[in-house]
């Protein structure tokens, strides 16, 4: 999810609105649904996903300091709901849930963090794709540790020494380390 900042590379007032213009349309129904889940009203998410969005237009010549966007959107939409509901009294949370039920809800909401949620599948993806790639014998090494078997029992049950599974698992490892590199690079 990690995309990197559009805004980084742009020359001119043009095309800064266009790189917004797509910015905006590419997030903010997902943004109104992200302020929906923890507002739990339509009028004030949309109004909520509207002021980040004219912030981000308002302060668009500093968009350059922006590492990801859809990291920054997402925060800022998290915490202008959050002060949304804090200060605005017309919001009718006590009607449909008792105040603990929704400090309970509400830790719960922001454990399960949609970016979160997404980087998750991305580095699951990741994970997968070395996986699939390994040498049949790495790879088989590999399914049997993430099955609680110690190095000792994988040598017994391949009939290889110890130490060719941890050669094995140590070549694994790397490539899990070289790729999430990339990841965290781009």
Not at 154 to 179: C, D, M, P, Q, W
């Amino acid at each position: 999810m990690t995309k990197e900042n559009k805004f980084r590379f742009i020359d001119n007032e043009q095309h800064l609105k266009e790189t917004f213009e797509k910015i905006y349309l590419g997030n903010f129904e997902r943004l109104i649904r992200y302020a929906f889940s923890i507002t739990k009203d339509k009028g004030i998410a949309e109004d909520v996903v509207a002021d980040v969005f004219t912030y981000l237009w308002d302060k668009r010549h500093q968009l350059k300091n922006i590492k990801a966007i859809d990291f920054y959107l997402n925060t800022s939409v998290r915490n202008l709901a959050i002060k949304t509901i804090k200060k605005d009294s017309k919001i009718p949370l006590s009607k449909t849930v008792k105040e603990t039920e929704f400090t309970d809800n509400f830790i719960f909401l922001d454990k399960i963090d949609p970016e979160n949620l997404l980087m998750g599948k991305e580095l699951g993806k990741i994970i997968s794709k070395v996986i699939l790639n390994l040498p049949p014998q790495a790879g088989k090494i590999y399914n049997l540790s993430r099955n609680d078997k110690s190095n000792q029992q994988i040598a017994l049950e391949l009939g290889i020494s110890k130490r060719t599974v941890e050669n094995h698992l140590y070549t694994v490892l790397k490539k899990f380390k070289e790729e999430l590199k990339k990841y965290y690079q781009t």
